[in-house]
């Protein structure tokens, strides 16, 4: 992804409107939701977000860290606020940097969840009976369907697409 500017603060706004848009197109009816693979795919990207959360937040922490032992820092309530706030600061960071945590671990086990789920009347489960002529099932991800593993998958392994196609359960 290329960003214009490496500023933090714009860029973690910049994530924040981005939420807001998926909330929106996550609307019923809205059209970003199509397919179980849709969901599929929505989960497992806000999974990698929240695992990529702490790193963020403990670098914003070391930034002021850095800063305090520098002397470089003040609160315009005197020295002693200063300190009870970089405690606050270090206490809430590491309640945060475990809630994403949690959030992560929660948000891995919902894309586990949806892995086996398609959308009846779409060809997907038509051969439900039938013994899959590889081992186990394929999801992928830029068409957002199942299928067994060796079958007629139009992203095996000379597939052409830009993405990083499939996921073996």
């Known amino acids: 992804m290329t960003t214009e500017t490496t500023n933090a ?10 939420i807001r848009s998926l909330n929106y197109a996550t609307l019923p009816n809205a059209g970003g939701l199509a397919f179980p693979g849709d969901a ?20 914003v922490r070391a930034f002021i860290d ?9 609160s315009d309530q005197g020295p002693q606020d200063l300190e009870a706030r970089i405690a606050s ?8 940097v475990r809630a994403a945590e949690a959030l992560y671990a929660a948000l891995d086990q919902a894309h586990i969840a949806l892995s086996p789920i398609g959308a009846r009347g779409h060809g997907l489960d038509d051969e439900k009976d039938e013994m899959p002529c ?7 991800y830029c068409i957002g369907a199942g299928h067994p593993c060796g079958c007629d998958c139009p992203h095996d392994d000379d597939c052409d697409c830009d993405c990083d196609a499939r996921d073996h359960y």
Do not use: F, I, K, W
């Open 89 to 96: 600061l270090r206490g809430a960071t590491g309640d945060a």
């Open 66 to 74: 850095r800063q305090h032992e520098n002397g470089d820092l003040y």
């Open 9 to 18: 603060a714009a860029l973690a706004d910049q994530a924040a409107e981005t």
């Open 40 to 59: 599929y795919s929505t989960v497992a990207n806000l999974s990698t977000l929240a695992m990529r959360l702490p790193q963020a937040l403990h670098q």
């Open 134 to 140: 590889g081992e186990g099932m394929c999801q992928c």
